[in-house]
């Protein structure tokens, strides 16, 4: 091979390894487009609907026939609008791709190395002046090192899809506080107009009785100002509804706009079951969660990375062929570069693998007995607030039969129109103090459902985690 072709091809071979390379391409963030971004958002949007499409196909019992944009939204549309839009999920399926990109680099192999040495004899004494000597380096990883890399960023990798899971319970948990809180302030607000237009009647009538002189001006007066606090309480339980609305904007990672004309649904929080929790829920969410799973990817990741210390006890091996042009003379080399374990056996990380899988250990451990804490402070919870909810049906049952035979009476002439209103007063002021102990009831519902990640009404109805390609907008 002549000279000219000889540097052709040293420059065919160098063109190639850069055109391999990657390049940096800048990505600057631009506040003013992410905002602009955020509140287009919206809940006709077409991804939306792909994507909700997608999560429950297959499922004909999770939403029998869905027409685009649905005329209701309840809590399992809405979940998975949030997990659509929500930045905790961006968040999430971002850390699981880093996970990703990790395994890549715990299974490349080391490059081997090249040397070229070009050398002048000042005097050559009639040979040739110049000495080539060309060497590479060749490392050859022992004892199984490459996999247990790869093994552990895989559990790794496993974790932080666990991870998504996690996220996308908070994400759904988070929702569900928000529509509850929605649900209790638009109640509560129509509670308090039939309440607040009861007690007017009442102060009608006592106005009209106080100028035939037949009650005092403290009487009157006392009605005022009890229906004046109803008005106050009114106008606070709308101003939590707006906030409500709000909250359930935030939840959900839209804007508050994108709410507008959107017909909200409460199905399934107006009643709470009796027979939610059972000892295959309880053994689930101690195997099943999502941060117990993970969990245990990081145990066995730390497990591989023991391994992968253990192994590094033996040394690798560097080969080095070489090649020298010696004035005139062709001579090959082969070399052996081994490492020598004399001053240390690799101890240190060793003890320091050792002490980190223990820890894992302890964490998987304090998980489930912090888990088990959880189901049974919730489920006490839970019980106690099904009683408390019970004497509430029974004090409105009391009062709405005590409203009836009232009604009856004053149909006879036996009661007039002042009974009749009081005993509504009594029916609503029980309804309240029932939607206070329904609150309480799914709260308690809500903290049983965290304490094992998953609903209880409807397990099929909320996807476990939607994987990233799912999400893509």
Known sequence: ????????????????????????????????????????????????EGFIVKNLK???????????????????????????????????????????AGVITAGARPNPGAALTPQYHANPGGLAPWTLMLSLDIPVETAGRRGYRIARARHLSASARMEIAETAWKVRSRLRKSLLRLFGFTRKELLLKEQYSAQDGIVQI???????????????????????????????????????????????????????????????????????????????????????????????????ALQLQIARQYPDVRLGPGYS???????????????????????????EARAGRKQAAAEFTALQARVIGEIDRA??????????????????????????VTALRVKAGQEDRLALLLATQGLISAELSRLDALLSAQESVGRLEDAVQRPLNDPAAFPRGATPDEANR
């Not at 055109?19 to 958002?41: D, I, M, V, Y």
């Not at 993970?294 to 066995?300: G, S």
């Not at 042009?325 to 003890?351: K, M």
């Open 1 to 48: 091979m002549t000279g000219k072709r000889k540097q052709k091809a040293l420059l065919l071979i160098a063109f190639s390894l850069l055109c391999g390379c990657a390049t940096f391409k800048s990505k600057p963030l631009q506040p003013a487009k992410t905002a602009s971004s955020f509140e287009a958002r919206t809940l006709r949007s077409a991804g939306l």
């Open 379 to 404: 489920f006490v919870g839970y019980n106690a607030s099904l009683q408390n909810l019970k004497a509430a049906d029974s004090l409105v049952s009391a009062q709405r039969e005590n409203l009836e």
């Open 325 to 351: 042009w010696d004035q005139g003379d062709n001579e090959w080399s082969l070399g052996l570069v081994l490492e020598l374990p004399v001053l240390n056996r690799n101890e240190g990380p060793i003890a």
């Open 206 to 304: 006592y106005e009209q009785r106080l100028a035939a002189g037949q009650v005092s001006g403290f009487a009157l007066t006392s009605e005022r100002i009890a229906r004046d606090k109803t008005a106050l309480a009114l106008s606070r339980a709308a101003g939590g509804t707006a906030q409500a609305r709000a909250g359930l904007a935030e939840s959900l990672g839209i804007p508050s706009s994108a709410l507008k004309g959107i017909d909200i649904s409460f199905e399934g929080l107006e009643r709470v079951s009796a027979s939610l929790y059972s000892a295959d829920v309880r053994r689930e969410a101690l195997t099943g969660r999502a941060d117990v799973l993970a969990k245990l990817e990081e145990y066995e990741a730390a497990q591989s």
């Open 58 to 100: 297959g499922k004909k019992e999770a939403l029998p026939e869905l027409t685009w944009p649905p005329g209701t939204w309840d809590l399992k549309l809405l979940s998975l609008a949030a997990l659509y839009y929500h930045p905790d999920m961006d968040v999430a399926r971002a850390r699981w791709g880093v996970r990703e």
